[in-house]
């Protein structure tokens, strides 16, 4: 099994992903669901530390926060420590979508462990 095919499976794992959690839920996307799960866990959050903590790159993390933001899901306010950095936290509205979703992330994330497996074994066989 060569390593574009072992990439490959994995770029299709992370695409059903996105997809069951879609049948799932359909008030917010995957990538957003992490978003808000790691600003959940964190008083005040940076985007590098949600980059940090979820592998979404920055340029994507800036993007899903912006239009959090405009939904009411997040707000922010400037670091007392560092007036360039903004600490994003959840709204009452936030933490409503991320409650509802919930059900639909541990679904997605069995499916997904499942199948990682499945190409490992795959892998091994190879």
Request: proline share 0%; net charge positive.
């Amino acid at each position: 099994m060569s390593a574009t095919s072992i990439l490959t499976d994995l770029r299709i794992i992370q695409r059903e992903a996105d997809a069951a959690f879609a049948e799932r839920c359909d008030t917010i996307t995957l990538r957003q669901f992490m978003v808000l799960d790691t600003v959940s866990r964190t008083e005040f959050c940076s985007q590098r530390h949600i980059v940090e903590q979820t592998a979404i790159d920055r340029s994507t993390v800036s993007d899903i926060v912006a239009r959090l933001q405009k939904h009411g899901l997040l707000d922010a306010v400037i670091a007392e420590t560092d007036k360039r950095t903004q600490q994003v936290f959840l709204t009452d509205k936030g933490r409503a979508a991320l409650k509802a979703a919930r059900g639909a992330a541990r679904s997605v994330a069995r499916f997904a462990k499942q199948s990682i497996a499945d190409a490992a074994s795959k892998m091994k066989a190879a």
